[in-house]
């Protein structure tokens, strides 16, 4: 399967604590997404990091890539209860779009 | 409007009944999605739409799933016939870039949940 996988399946942090989750994925690809899932509705697209990029920066958000592990992380800065969410990487893949199965974190206050 | 709408929010429906979803992607975008959210589970890919060209419908799950575009806007899935396997989320996305394209970024609605009793 082209889907990416994610780890870990479930994290639960206190406020203030930073988030990091990991995407794995099989194929080249041309970018690779993260976004983030409310109460299971829509997603909401969060940062974009290009396949000839290596960081990058969004607020409190920071993502990496490693084309040659093929694997991207995205850390969460001095989470909020706000950040309680799904995390899902998503990977573009000249002419697909795969999700991976998502990161559930919990932030409590 | 400002973003991906669709309707109805929530659908509870009979097995076997047919069900239509609706998706209105945002002005202009060219490019739709369909995807399938089981409870606790990524997104599955259903079916892609990119202007006047023919529709991927791939990742269609059986015959009783189509879906149209009217028009390059509005968008409709059908199932027919629903089974109880098909309880689950439905959402829609669009793009203002074509699949694959080097910034393709999709913008989601807030999908539809179908629960087939």
């Known amino acids: 399967s082209q889907q990416g996988e994610e780890d870990p399946q479930a994290l639960s942090i206190q406020e203030g604590e930073n988030a990091t989750m990991n995407c794995s994925y099989k194929t080249s690809i041309n970018n690779l997404q993260w976004y983030r899932q409310n109460s299971g509705r829509g997603l909401v697209h969060l940062i974009l990091i290009r396949s000839n990029e290596r960081e990058k920066h969004s607020g409190r958000l920071r993502v990496t890539l490693d084309t040659s592990k093929k694997s991207s992380s995205l850390l969460i800065t001095a989470s909020r209860a706000a950040d309680t969410a799904s995390y899902f990487c998503?990977?573009?893949?000249?002419?697909?779009?795969?999700f991976g199965a998502g990161t559930q974190v919990v932030v409590t206050p | 409007g400002a973003g991906v709408s669709q309707s109805p929010s929530n659908k509870v429906t009979e097995k076997g009944k047919d069900v239509e979803l609706r998706c209105d992607p945002i002005?202009?975008?060219?490019?739709l999605y369909w995807y399938r959210q089981s409870l606790g589970q990524g997104l599955e890919f259903l079916i892609y739409?990119?202007?006047?060209?023919?529709?991927?419908k791939s990742g269609l799950p059986s015959d009783r799933f189509s879906a149209e575009r009217t028009g390059g806007s509005v968008s409709t899935l059908t199932i027919q016939r629903t089974q109880q396997e098909d309880s689950a989320v439905y959402l829609c996305?669009?793009?203002?870039?074509?699949?694959?394209?080097?910034?393709?970024?999709?913008?989601f609605g807030p999908g539809t949940r179908l629960l087939v009793l």
């Open positions: 739409f990119q202007g006047n060209s023919a529709p991927d």
């Open positions: 998503a990977m573009n893949s000249w002419g697909k779009f795969q």
């Open positions: 996305a669009s793009s203002s870039s074509p699949r694959g394209t080097w910034e393709e970024t999709q913008y």
């Open positions: 002005s202009g975008h060219t490019a």
